[in-house]
Protein backbone atom coordinates (compact mmCIF):
# COMPACT_ATOMS: atom_id res chain seq x y z
CA UNK A 1 0.00 0.00 0.00
CA UNK A 2 1.08 3.34 -1.12
CA UNK A 3 0.39 5.54 2.41
CA UNK A 4 2.22 8.93 1.54
CA UNK A 5 -0.11 9.03 -0.89
CA UNK A 6 -4.58 9.01 -1.05
CA UNK A 7 -6.62 8.32 -3.49
CA UNK A 8 -10.10 9.90 -3.60
CA UNK A 9 -13.01 8.76 -6.09
CA UNK A 10 -16.32 10.12 -6.36
CA UNK A 11 -19.49 9.90 -8.07
CA UNK A 12 -21.36 12.70 -8.78
CA UNK A 13 -25.02 13.31 -10.13
CA UNK A 14 -25.43 16.69 -11.05
CA UNK A 15 -28.25 18.63 -12.62
CA UNK A 16 -28.51 22.33 -14.06
CA UNK A 17 -30.96 23.85 -11.98
CA UNK A 18 -29.94 27.09 -13.72
CA UNK A 19 -31.67 28.80 -17.02
CA UNK A 20 -28.59 28.82 -18.75
CA UNK A 21 -26.48 25.99 -20.30
CA UNK A 22 -23.94 24.75 -18.43
CA UNK A 23 -20.39 23.08 -19.99
CA UNK A 24 -18.00 22.59 -16.98
CA UNK A 25 -18.21 21.56 -13.46
CA UNK A 26 -15.98 22.97 -11.07
CA UNK A 27 -14.32 20.75 -8.44
CA UNK A 28 -12.72 22.44 -5.45
CA UNK A 29 -9.99 22.07 -3.22
CA UNK A 30 -8.51 23.92 0.01
CA UNK A 31 -5.08 25.45 -0.88
CA UNK A 32 -3.12 22.72 1.62
CA UNK A 33 -4.98 20.29 -0.42
CA UNK A 34 -3.90 21.89 -3.87
CA UNK A 35 -0.38 22.43 -2.87
CA UNK A 36 -0.13 18.29 -2.45
CA UNK A 37 -2.25 17.56 -5.29
CA UNK A 38 -0.68 14.75 -7.96
CA UNK A 39 -3.40 13.93 -10.46
CA UNK A 40 -7.10 15.16 -11.08
CA UNK A 41 -9.34 12.87 -13.60
CA UNK A 42 -13.06 12.62 -14.71
CA UNK A 43 -15.32 10.92 -16.61
CA UNK A 44 -18.40 10.94 -17.97
CA UNK A 45 -21.18 7.60 -16.95
CA UNK A 46 -22.65 7.00 -20.07
CA UNK A 47 -25.50 3.99 -20.04
CA UNK A 48 -26.61 1.81 -17.00
CA UNK A 49 -25.23 -1.69 -15.71
CA UNK A 50 -24.01 -3.78 -17.65
CA UNK A 51 -24.49 -1.25 -20.76
CA UNK A 52 -22.24 1.25 -18.67
CA UNK A 53 -19.54 3.29 -20.08
CA UNK A 54 -16.79 5.71 -19.17
CA UNK A 55 -15.71 8.32 -21.49
CA UNK A 56 -12.74 10.37 -20.47
CA UNK A 57 -13.29 14.27 -19.67
CA UNK A 58 -10.76 17.07 -20.26
CA UNK A 59 -10.34 18.38 -16.63
CA UNK A 60 -7.64 21.72 -16.21
CA UNK A 61 -6.50 24.35 -13.15
CA UNK A 62 -8.90 27.34 -13.70
CA UNK A 63 -9.38 30.51 -11.43
CA UNK A 64 -13.06 32.09 -10.19
CA UNK A 65 -13.39 35.48 -8.77
CA UNK A 66 -15.35 33.75 -6.02
CA UNK A 67 -12.70 31.75 -4.06
CA UNK A 68 -13.13 31.96 -0.47
CA UNK A 69 -10.25 31.14 2.13
CA UNK A 70 -8.40 30.81 -0.55
CA UNK A 71 -10.24 27.91 -2.46
CA UNK A 72 -8.74 26.35 -5.99
CA UNK A 73 -10.45 24.74 -8.60
CA UNK A 74 -10.03 22.22 -11.41
CA UNK A 75 -12.54 23.16 -14.40
CA UNK A 76 -14.27 19.58 -15.61
CA UNK A 77 -15.30 20.01 -19.17
CA UNK A 78 -19.11 18.29 -20.14
CA UNK A 79 -19.33 16.12 -23.45
CA UNK A 80 -22.46 18.37 -24.06
CA UNK A 81 -23.76 21.66 -21.96
CA UNK A 82 -26.50 20.70 -19.46
CA UNK A 83 -30.06 22.48 -20.40
CA UNK A 84 -31.97 23.58 -17.52
CA UNK A 85 -33.25 20.08 -15.52
CA UNK A 86 -30.72 17.96 -17.10
CA UNK A 87 -28.34 14.91 -14.84
CA UNK A 88 -25.25 13.87 -15.48
CA UNK A 89 -23.05 11.43 -14.27
CA UNK A 90 -19.61 11.71 -13.23
CA UNK A 91 -16.83 9.65 -11.85
CA UNK A 92 -13.48 11.66 -10.93
CA UNK A 93 -10.23 10.58 -9.39
CA UNK A 94 -7.67 12.28 -7.42
CA UNK A 95 -4.79 11.51 -5.33
CA UNK A 96 -3.03 13.79 -2.69
CA UNK A 97 0.17 13.34 -1.51
CA UNK A 98 1.66 13.62 2.34
CA UNK A 99 -1.29 13.89 3.84
CA UNK A 100 -0.93 11.73 7.09
CA UNK A 101 0.94 13.40 9.99
CA UNK A 102 2.76 10.54 12.18
CA UNK A 103 1.85 11.22 15.72
CA UNK A 104 3.65 10.60 17.88
CA UNK A 105 6.30 12.16 15.91
CA UNK A 106 8.59 10.20 17.13
CA UNK A 107 8.44 6.03 18.31
CA UNK A 108 11.00 3.33 19.33
CA UNK A 109 11.83 0.59 17.83
CA UNK A 110 9.45 -1.89 19.32
CA UNK A 111 6.37 0.81 18.64
CA UNK A 112 3.79 0.68 16.05
CA UNK A 113 3.43 3.73 13.81
CA UNK A 114 0.40 6.30 14.42
CA UNK A 115 -1.06 8.97 12.21
CA UNK A 116 -3.26 12.05 11.79
CA UNK A 117 -5.48 12.09 9.06
CA UNK A 118 -7.37 15.18 8.38
CA UNK A 119 -10.35 16.08 6.32
CA UNK A 120 -13.86 17.61 5.88
CA UNK A 121 -17.03 14.80 6.54
CA UNK A 122 -18.80 17.34 3.93
CA UNK A 123 -16.98 17.58 0.21
CA UNK A 124 -15.59 21.08 -0.41
CA UNK A 125 -18.01 22.14 -3.39
CA UNK A 126 -18.98 25.47 -4.86
CA UNK A 127 -22.39 23.77 -5.24
CA UNK A 128 -25.66 23.10 -3.27
CA UNK A 129 -25.31 19.50 -2.25
CA UNK A 130 -28.65 17.77 -1.65
CA UNK A 131 -27.04 14.49 -0.53
CA UNK A 132 -23.88 12.83 -0.11
CA UNK A 133 -21.89 10.40 2.08
CA UNK A 134 -18.44 9.90 2.68
CA UNK A 135 -16.49 6.36 3.23
CA UNK A 136 -12.92 6.98 4.62
CA UNK A 137 -10.71 3.13 4.51
CA UNK A 138 -8.25 3.09 6.78
CA UNK A 139 -5.20 0.20 6.19
CA UNK A 140 -6.08 -2.30 9.65
CA UNK A 141 -9.22 -1.76 11.97
CA UNK A 142 -6.97 -0.34 15.13
CA UNK A 143 -8.42 3.32 15.10
CA UNK A 144 -7.50 5.36 18.37
CA UNK A 145 -9.90 7.50 17.54
CA UNK A 146 -12.31 9.29 15.37
CA UNK A 147 -14.53 13.07 15.13
CA UNK A 148 -18.28 11.90 14.81
CA UNK A 149 -20.30 14.17 12.80
CA UNK A 150 -23.98 12.70 12.50
CA UNK A 151 -24.69 10.20 11.44
CA UNK A 152 -21.37 8.40 11.91
CA UNK A 153 -20.74 4.53 11.53
CA UNK A 154 -17.60 2.67 11.63
CA UNK A 155 -17.13 -0.94 11.01
CA UNK A 156 -14.12 -2.86 10.74
CA UNK A 157 -11.57 -0.62 8.57
CA UNK A 158 -14.30 1.61 6.86
CA UNK A 159 -15.95 4.95 8.44
CA UNK A 160 -19.04 6.45 6.98
CA UNK A 161 -20.05 9.75 7.44
CA UNK A 162 -23.69 10.62 6.15
CA UNK A 163 -25.48 10.80 4.20
CA UNK A 164 -25.50 14.32 4.90
CA UNK A 165 -28.54 16.61 3.01
CA UNK A 166 -29.53 19.68 1.66
CA UNK A 167 -25.94 21.53 2.11
CA UNK A 168 -25.21 25.01 1.25
CA UNK A 169 -22.26 25.59 -1.28
CA UNK A 170 -18.40 25.36 0.84
CA UNK A 171 -19.65 23.73 3.74
CA UNK A 172 -17.08 22.35 5.69
CA UNK A 173 -16.94 19.33 8.88
CA UNK A 174 -13.71 18.58 9.62
CA UNK A 175 -12.63 15.49 11.27
CA UNK A 176 -9.31 13.92 12.45
CA UNK A 177 -8.93 10.30 12.09
CA UNK A 178 -6.10 8.35 14.55
CA UNK A 179 -4.97 4.90 13.04
CA UNK A 180 -2.30 2.60 13.08
CA UNK A 181 -0.44 2.54 9.96
CA UNK A 182 2.61 0.33 9.87
CA UNK A 183 3.02 0.55 5.69
CA UNK A 184 6.70 1.82 5.31
CA UNK A 185 6.88 5.77 4.19
CA UNK A 186 8.85 5.51 1.34
CA UNK A 187 9.71 8.65 -0.25
CA UNK A 188 12.11 9.82 -3.40
CA UNK A 189 13.19 13.45 -2.48
CA UNK A 190 14.62 14.17 -5.37
CA UNK A 191 14.99 12.18 -8.58
CA UNK A 192 16.85 13.05 -11.14
CA UNK A 193 17.04 10.59 -14.54
CA UNK A 194 19.40 10.84 -17.63
CA UNK A 195 18.50 8.64 -21.06
CA UNK A 196 20.96 9.07 -23.30
CA UNK A 197 20.33 7.86 -26.68
CA UNK A 198 22.87 6.35 -28.94
CA UNK A 199 22.00 5.88 -32.45
CA UNK A 200 24.56 3.44 -32.25
CA UNK A 201 22.15 0.58 -30.64
CA UNK A 202 21.95 1.24 -27.25
CA UNK A 203 19.52 4.05 -25.10
CA UNK A 204 21.59 4.11 -21.46
CA UNK A 205 19.81 5.04 -18.25
CA UNK A 206 21.14 6.69 -15.53
CA UNK A 207 18.89 7.26 -12.35
CA UNK A 208 20.16 8.76 -8.90
CA UNK A 209 17.49 8.47 -6.22
CA UNK A 210 17.47 10.82 -3.01
CA UNK A 211 15.10 8.52 -0.59
CA UNK A 212 14.05 8.64 2.56
CA UNK A 213 11.64 7.54 5.35
CA UNK A 214 9.05 10.01 5.71
CA UNK A 215 6.84 8.52 8.78
CA UNK A 216 7.69 9.11 12.37
CA UNK A 217 11.11 9.47 13.20
CA UNK A 218 13.20 6.64 15.09
CA UNK A 219 14.29 7.59 18.66
CA UNK A 220 16.37 5.60 20.43
CA UNK A 221 19.19 3.52 19.37
CA UNK A 222 18.99 0.71 16.64
CA UNK A 223 19.38 -2.76 17.60
CA UNK A 224 20.43 -5.20 14.67
CA UNK A 225 20.09 -8.36 16.91
CA UNK A 226 16.39 -7.12 18.06
CA UNK A 227 15.49 -6.18 14.50
CA UNK A 228 16.67 -9.68 13.07
CA UNK A 229 15.22 -12.23 15.82
CA UNK A 230 11.71 -10.18 16.05
CA UNK A 231 10.82 -9.08 12.99
CA UNK A 232 6.94 -8.96 13.56
CA UNK A 233 7.66 -6.62 16.38
CA UNK A 234 10.66 -4.57 16.05
CA UNK A 235 10.93 -1.88 13.53
CA UNK A 236 7.26 -2.67 11.91
CA UNK A 237 7.15 0.25 9.71
CA UNK A 238 10.96 0.16 8.73
CA UNK A 239 11.67 -1.00 5.33
CA UNK A 240 14.62 -2.45 4.29
CA UNK A 241 14.27 -3.34 0.52
CA UNK A 242 12.48 -1.66 -2.85
CA UNK A 243 11.43 -3.18 -5.93
CA UNK A 244 12.48 -1.27 -9.54
CA UNK A 245 10.34 -2.11 -12.49
CA UNK A 246 12.77 -1.75 -15.63
CA UNK A 247 11.94 -2.19 -18.69
CA UNK A 248 12.31 -5.76 -20.57
CA UNK A 249 15.63 -6.55 -22.28
CA UNK A 250 17.59 -4.07 -19.60
CA UNK A 251 21.35 -5.04 -19.84
CA UNK A 252 24.39 -4.03 -17.87
CA UNK A 253 22.42 -3.20 -14.50
CA UNK A 254 24.05 -1.53 -11.79
CA UNK A 255 22.96 -0.71 -8.09
CA UNK A 256 25.67 1.88 -6.05
CA UNK A 257 26.04 4.23 -3.57
CA UNK A 258 28.32 7.15 -2.91
CA UNK A 259 30.91 4.52 -1.13
CA UNK A 260 30.87 1.87 -4.18
CA UNK A 261 28.51 -1.09 -5.72
CA UNK A 262 26.36 -2.72 -3.70
CA UNK A 263 26.07 -6.23 -4.39
CA UNK A 264 22.78 -6.60 -2.33
CA UNK A 265 20.59 -7.11 -5.51
CA UNK A 266 18.68 -9.51 -7.66
CA UNK A 267 17.50 -9.23 -10.92
CA UNK A 268 14.80 -10.54 -12.30
CA UNK A 269 13.61 -10.20 -16.05
CA UNK A 270 10.85 -11.76 -18.24
CA UNK A 271 9.51 -11.00 -22.24
CA UNK A 272 7.55 -8.23 -20.92
CA UNK A 273 9.13 -6.27 -17.95
CA UNK A 274 11.86 -6.88 -15.68
CA UNK A 275 12.40 -6.42 -11.52
CA UNK A 276 14.89 -5.51 -9.51
CA UNK A 277 14.86 -6.12 -6.00
CA UNK A 278 17.39 -3.59 -4.00
CA UNK A 279 18.58 -3.61 -0.29
CA UNK A 280 20.40 -0.47 1.04
CA UNK A 281 23.46 -0.84 3.24
CA UNK A 282 20.99 -0.51 6.35
CA UNK A 283 17.32 -0.60 6.95
CA UNK A 284 15.10 2.65 6.61
CA UNK A 285 13.44 3.97 10.32
CA UNK A 286 11.53 6.76 10.40
CA UNK A 287 13.71 10.32 9.24
CA UNK A 288 16.60 8.03 7.92
CA UNK A 289 17.96 8.57 4.45
CA UNK A 290 19.78 6.81 2.12
CA UNK A 291 21.40 8.42 -1.74
CA UNK A 292 21.90 5.56 -4.52
CA UNK A 293 22.56 5.13 -8.29
CA UNK A 294 20.95 2.60 -10.85
CA UNK A 295 21.97 2.28 -14.18
CA UNK A 296 21.03 0.20 -17.00
CA UNK A 297 21.08 -0.21 -21.01
CA UNK A 298 17.94 -1.28 -23.28
CA UNK A 299 18.14 -2.12 -26.74
CA UNK A 300 17.80 1.47 -29.30
CA UNK A 301 15.07 -0.78 -31.21
CA UNK A 302 12.35 -0.85 -28.02
CA UNK A 303 12.13 2.93 -27.75
CA UNK A 304 13.02 4.90 -30.59
CA UNK A 305 10.79 5.09 -33.50
CA UNK A 306 10.34 7.17 -36.62
CA UNK A 307 7.18 8.74 -37.67
CA UNK A 308 6.02 9.20 -41.07
CA UNK A 309 7.40 12.66 -41.45
CA UNK A 310 10.82 11.01 -41.14
CA UNK A 311 11.29 12.52 -37.50
CA UNK A 312 12.51 10.32 -34.87
CA UNK A 313 11.10 9.90 -31.50
CA UNK A 314 11.81 8.42 -28.32
CA UNK A 315 8.77 6.63 -26.99
CA UNK A 316 9.53 5.91 -23.25
CA UNK A 317 7.74 5.37 -19.86
CA UNK A 318 7.50 8.66 -17.12
CA UNK A 319 7.66 8.40 -13.56
CA UNK A 320 9.80 6.33 -10.80
CA UNK A 321 10.51 2.99 -11.47
CA UNK A 322 10.28 2.30 -8.04
CA UNK A 323 7.31 0.44 -6.41
CA UNK A 324 4.61 2.01 -4.14
CA UNK A 325 6.62 5.43 -3.37
CA UNK A 326 5.81 9.43 -4.28
CA UNK A 327 8.39 11.48 -5.93
CA UNK A 328 8.35 15.09 -4.16
CA UNK A 329 10.80 16.36 -6.96
CA UNK A 330 11.64 14.27 -10.87
CA UNK A 331 13.70 15.36 -13.42
CA UNK A 332 13.93 13.53 -16.71
CA UNK A 333 17.13 14.18 -18.87
CA UNK A 334 16.76 13.34 -22.20
CA UNK A 335 20.50 13.78 -23.66
CA UNK A 336 19.74 13.46 -27.88
CA UNK A 337 22.60 12.50 -30.12
CA UNK A 338 24.65 15.49 -31.74
CA UNK A 339 23.09 17.15 -34.20
CA UNK A 340 20.14 16.51 -33.28
CA UNK A 341 17.25 19.34 -34.30
CA UNK A 342 13.97 20.69 -33.80
CA UNK A 343 13.67 18.77 -30.02
CA UNK A 344 10.14 18.89 -29.00
CA UNK A 345 8.41 16.42 -25.92
CA UNK A 346 5.04 15.63 -25.61
CA UNK A 347 3.41 14.41 -22.30
CA UNK A 348 0.16 13.74 -21.40
CA UNK A 349 0.16 16.00 -18.22
CA UNK A 350 1.53 19.20 -17.30
CA UNK A 351 5.02 19.57 -16.78
CA UNK A 352 7.76 21.95 -17.20
CA UNK A 353 9.84 22.05 -20.00
CA UNK A 354 13.63 23.47 -20.71
CA UNK A 355 16.42 22.78 -22.86
CA UNK A 356 20.30 22.24 -21.76
CA UNK A 357 23.46 21.64 -23.51
CA UNK A 358 25.70 18.12 -22.56
CA UNK A 359 29.65 17.74 -24.05
CA UNK A 360 30.67 14.28 -24.03
CA UNK A 361 33.57 12.36 -25.72
CA UNK A 362 34.37 13.85 -28.81
CA UNK A 363 31.46 16.14 -29.18
CA UNK A 364 32.32 19.48 -30.82
CA UNK A 365 28.88 21.15 -31.23
CA UNK A 366 27.61 19.29 -28.22
CA UNK A 367 24.42 17.78 -27.27
CA UNK A 368 20.86 18.87 -27.01
CA UNK A 369 18.75 17.97 -23.67
CA UNK A 370 15.68 17.96 -22.96
CA UNK A 371 14.81 18.79 -19.74
CA UNK A 372 11.52 17.86 -18.18
CA UNK A 373 10.44 18.46 -14.58
CA UNK A 374 7.83 17.50 -12.07
CA UNK A 375 6.31 17.55 -8.75
CA UNK A 376 4.11 15.20 -6.51
CA UNK A 377 4.45 12.31 -9.05
CA UNK A 378 2.68 9.49 -8.86
CA UNK A 379 2.72 5.31 -9.72
CA UNK A 380 -0.34 7.44 -12.26
CA UNK A 381 2.27 8.93 -13.88
CA UNK A 382 4.42 6.03 -15.07
CA UNK A 383 2.34 6.25 -18.76
CA UNK A 384 4.53 6.95 -22.12
CA UNK A 385 5.76 10.31 -22.92
CA UNK A 386 7.31 11.12 -26.77
CA UNK A 387 10.56 13.17 -27.03
CA UNK A 388 10.20 14.04 -30.87
CA UNK A 389 13.64 15.59 -32.78
CA UNK A 390 15.55 15.33 -36.60
CA UNK A 391 18.50 14.17 -37.46
CA UNK A 392 20.73 13.88 -40.17
CA UNK A 393 22.76 10.02 -40.41
CA UNK A 394 25.72 11.73 -42.15
CA UNK A 395 26.80 12.79 -38.37
CA UNK A 396 26.93 9.54 -37.03
CA UNK A 397 30.17 9.68 -38.76
CA UNK A 398 31.50 12.48 -36.99
CA UNK A 399 33.08 10.97 -34.38
CA UNK A 400 34.55 8.04 -36.59
CA UNK A 401 35.91 10.40 -39.14
CA UNK A 402 37.18 12.62 -35.76
CA UNK A 403 38.87 9.27 -34.58
CA UNK A 404 40.03 8.68 -38.35
CA UNK A 405 41.50 11.63 -38.92
CA UNK A 406 43.50 12.01 -35.32
CA UNK A 407 45.30 8.63 -35.38
CA UNK A 408 45.93 9.57 -39.10
CA UNK A 409 47.84 12.91 -37.45
CA UNK A 410 49.27 10.62 -34.94
CA UNK A 411 50.82 8.66 -37.01
CA UNK A 412 52.16 10.92 -39.67
CA UNK A 413 53.60 12.88 -36.43
CA UNK A 414 55.47 9.60 -35.61
CA UNK A 415 56.54 8.93 -39.44
CA UNK A 416 57.89 12.48 -39.15
CA UNK A 417 59.47 12.74 -35.89
CA UNK A 418 61.66 8.91 -37.24
CA UNK A 419 62.73 10.73 -40.29
CA UNK A 420 63.92 13.96 -39.35
CA UNK A 421 67.59 14.51 -38.40
CA UNK A 422 68.02 16.59 -34.93
CA UNK A 423 71.51 15.09 -35.10
CA UNK A 424 74.72 17.88 -34.27
CA UNK A 425 77.38 17.37 -36.55
CA UNK A 426 80.48 19.67 -37.94
Known amino acids: MLCLLKRFFLLFQIENIGNAPASEVLLAFSPTQFDHLALVKAASVVGKKKKKSYVPLEVNPTERPVAPNGTKYYAISLLKALEKGEVATLEIFYSLTHTLEPFPVEISQSESQLVYYHDSAIILSPYHIQQQATLFKTPSNKVESFTRVEPTDRAGTELKYGPYEGRSPFSYSPVIIHFENNNPFAVVEELEREIEVSHWGSVQVTEHYKLAHAGARHKGVFSRVEYQSRPSASGVSSFKHLVAELPPRVHSVYYRDNIGNISSSRLRTNS???????????????????????????????????????????????????????????????????????????????????????????????????????????????????????????????????????????????????????????
Open 272 to 426: KKSELLIEPRYPLFGGWKATFVIGYGVPLQDFLFESATGARYLNYSFGCPLANTVVDKLTIKVVLPEGSKNPSAQVPFTVEQSFETKYSYLDVIGRTVVVLEKRNVVPEHNIPFQVHYNFNPVFMLAEPLMLASVFFLFFITCLAYLHIDVSIRK
